[in-house]
């Protein structure tokens, strides 16, 4: 009777059903690999609580549906295309966001094929590396506060095609427009500019000249974003 309580109720003769023992050991396994991965994420990188908690919790989901698909070509099909859904239902995330995410999934997936050994090896080799990664400075740009954005606010009856050209010469090695903006009814333009500095120490003096250009207007100088939060 407790058998026949967890059969589908379009299974056949021929169907081969997952004994509720095993579901258990599989889906304890891969929560136990969700909170490995989880903790190794946490460490040495910045993250929400929402992100850490669906990161634990997913080895776990996708295990269930590994299991419940079971060999099943048609289910397989339709499992892959609801998971593909699920980019265009969420705001896209930073390059380590989603590399820790498809960990978190490979780990669910293999534990969702029976393979326990190998997804808490897996989990526990790749955590490790994900933490040696965090804890050291693998990937990050030599220089990298040389790099950054600049935003200036300039009044409308200003040309701004090469009205700032000759002090970002003096300043930077290399500068360019990537994006032009009206603000204030159309009465003010928003620049934004990605610099490679020559000296990081010099942001005062670039600033001071760039503000008698401008008319003494907002300027704001942040470090470059875009290139290093992108996969």
Do not use: W
């Amino acid at each position: 009777m407790f058998d026949t309580l967890f059969r589908g109720i379009f299974d056949t003769d021929m169907t081969t059903v997952i004994a509720f023992s095993d579901f258990l050991l599989c889906l304890g396994c891969a929560l136990a690999i969700g909170v490995i991965l989880a903790g190794a994420y946490m460490c040495g990188a910045k993250y929400t609580r929402s992100f850490v908690a669906t990161l634990a919790l997913l080895p776990a989901v996708v295990c269930v549906v590994i299991m419940m698909v079971n060999g099943n070509v048609g289910t397989g099909v339709a499992v892959a295309g609801a998971f593909s859904l699920v980019r265009f239902r969420s705001a896209p995330g930073s390059a380590k966001e989603i590399g820790a995410i498809f960990l978190a999934m490979c780990s669910g997936l293999v534990a969702g094929m029976g393979y326990l050994a190998y997804a808490l090896l897996s989990a526990v080799i790749l955590g490790a590396i994900m933490l040696v990664y965090n804890s050291m400075d693998f990937g990050i740009r030599k220089n990298s506060t040389r790099y950054k954005t600049l935003h200036i606010t300039i009044p409308e009856d200003l040309d701004y095609g090469d009205v700032f050209d000759e002090i970002l010469q003096k300043y930077t090695s290399g500068y360019e427009v990537v994006q032009i903006k009206t603000t204030n009814m159309g009465s003010l333009f928003k620049l934004t500019y990605n610099l490679t500095m020559k000296d990081a120490g010099k942001e005062k003096e670039l600033i001071d000249e760039l503000r008698c250009r401008n008319g003494n207007l907002e300027i704001v100088i942040n470090r470059q974003e875009t290139m290093l939060g992108e996969l």
